[in-house]
């Protein structure tokens, strides 16, 4: 096993090579393998630990253990301990989930902190087995299917190809000591049932299973790499990238004989999950939207638009001084004294300065807010009419600004002036004021 550890580590992952490793250890049968096999290598390595403290001594018993194994060895060792069951229950997750956040956290900053390049995991073909199967008895796409990628940014599982079979039979060569988890043999978790009921029943079955199993898989990513190299060339057909928002084009969508498929492409990453009620903007209402913790998806007409959703309190103002020359947030904005106009537009207007009082006030827009807009002197139009003017979106309304001097509107930020507090020939102090 080792020579063909050393060759698939070396053709997979030749960017290893004078780069500082840590490995992920835990004190059992593939992590020790693992850290074998590492060790044997001209790598430079390190160790981690995570004591989760949910087996009592036992959690105790397997820091010991490893320690004493990187002491005997000469290799560095870093060991952390958590509360593992006052997490989850903070943070109402599993306890697996809970310690697998816990775990890949504290991995990241150390990374960060001790300057190494990458983490390796034990992660073999039997766990990539059990992985498919979870998923699937949950109900998943081609991304489930595929199983547990050998890269995910910074982790690394060089031991995938590998059964758990060749590794307890390396471990046994070699003569190499590991901690049973107690656990492991308890099948009230739905990984332990699969592995110690299902898997035995499909080895025996087909004996070659698992050889049959990574073929399907290998079928399945190529599949799903097809799948996305279509979704890249049809989004180029179907989105408009403005900003932060992504536009997508309805009428171009509609065309395609399987759209679902194509915005389940665009959108899973976004954290959507209702995809029927996704589904049906389609032929939806204009201003219904679907949200997910971060994202917002609107029908606006013959458009969904896809764009951050913050959740801003609507309430939220923002005073401006005399003195400031300019504002960061939350909009860009600089202000100052000039002699004269230019050309104005959207983007910049000219008050005069004796028309309006400080502080000034950004707000976001209200309903009932009335303004006299720009060239129409004397007549007052609410702002909710102007934006049906323009035929903005909710999105494009939710990011629009008031500016107001002592609550009355000097401008719709990025939109249209107010009459009052143009320039007149009287004016003697002119304040430019420019959205950047």
Known sequence: MFSKF???????????????????????????VLLHLLHKLPYEIAVLHCNFQLRGLESFGDQ?????????????IFTTHFDTE??????????????RELRYSWFYELLEEENFDYILTAHHADDNLETFIINLTRG??????????????????????FSREEISKYAEENKIEWREDSSNASTKYLRNKIRHNLVP???????????????????????????????????????KEAGDDIHFDLNQLKKLPNYKSYLYQWLNEFGFSAWN???????????????????????????????????????????????????????????????????GSN???????????????????????????????GKSKKVSKLFKDEKLSLIEKEKTWILCSENEIVWVVGIRQDERFKIEKTTNQILKIELQ
């Open 6 to 32: 050393q060759n698939h580590i070396v053709s997979r992952f030749p960017f290893l090579a004078e780069k500082k490793l840590f490995l992920a250890v835990s004190g059992g049968l593939d992590s020790m």
């Open 140 to 161: 998943t796409g081609l991304e489930g299917l595929t199983g547990i990628p050998e890269q995910n940014d910074k982790i690394i599982r060089p031991l995938l190809p």
């Open 86 to 99: 006052a997490f989850a229950k903070d943070y109402k997750l599993s306890t697996q989930v809970a310690a």
């Open 347 to 377: 983007k910049v207007i000219f008050v005069d300065s004796e028309k309006i009082r400080f502080p000034l006030v950004l707000r976001k827009w209200k309903e009932g807010d009335v303004f006299q807009p720009f060239g129409m002197r």
């Open 201 to 239: 029943v499909l080895k025996e079955i087909n004996p070659n299973f698992l050889d049959a199993f990574q073929k399907t898989q290998s079928f399945l990513q190529e599949s799903k790499e097809m799948v996305e190299d279509a979704s890249i060339m049809v989004y180029q057909q179907v989105a």
């Open 277 to 343: 009620d996704i589904y049906d903007l389609v032929e939806g209402q204009s201003g219904k939207q679907v949200l997910s913790e971060e994202f917002r998806l609107l029908k606006n007409r013959e458009t969904l638009i896809l764009s951050p959703f913050s959740g801003m309190p609507e309430n939220e103002e923002y005073e401006i001084n005399e003195n400031d020359t300019e504002v960061n947030f939350p909009l860009k904005m600089s202000l100052c004294n000039v002699g004269h106009t230019t050309f």
């Open 64 to 76: 010991e253990f490893i320690q004493n194994y990187c002491d005997q060895n000469n290799i560095p």
